[in-house]
């Protein structure tokens, strides 16, 4: 199994910036993706981005590419999101996620894909 562990959040002002991380333990060599996901409240969970664990493209949900930036650092098994221009739109839990499946459409950035969820860090942008 994996588990997946955030940090990062905060509180900020609209423009500003934040860095989650996601620290993932345990069987990390078995994942294809890791990726983020937000939820705010009363609204559906968004993808956000996702990037493969052992290489390829990473992909960005329309509302955030430009922004946002997922990386992963192979030797710390962790994946962060780099977020600037932050807006109040952007307010969300936003939750670290990890596959093991090896079919999947990571473009379409879809929580169903994903079978390992850390338990999110808040988000706040304020106006």
């Known amino acids: 199994q994996v588990q997946l562990t955030e940090s990062g959040g905060g509180s900020v002002q609209t423009g500003g910036s934040l860095r989650l991380s996601c620290e993932a333990s345990?069987?990390?060599?078995?994942?294809?993706?890791m990726a983020w996901f937000r939820q705010a409240p009363g609204k559906k969970r968004e993808g956000v981005a996702t990037?493969?664990?052992?290489?390829?493209?990473?992909y960005y949900a329309d509302s955030v590419k430009g922004r946002f930036t997922i990386s992963r650092d192979t030797a710390k098994n962790t994946v962060d999101l780099q977020m600037h221009d932050l807006r109040p739109e952007d307010s969300a839990m936003y939750y670290c996620?990890?596959?093991?499946?090896?079919?999947?459409?990571?473009?379409?950035?879809?929580?169903?894909?994903?079978?390992?969820w850390g338990r999110g860090t808040r988000v706040t942008v304020s106006s």
């Open positions: 345990g069987a990390t060599y078995s994942t294809s993706f």
């Open positions: 996620a990890a596959t093991t499946f090896l079919a999947s459409q990571p473009q379409q950035l879809l929580g169903e894909e994903y079978n390992y």
């Open positions: 990037i493969p664990t052992y290489g390829g493209m990473a």
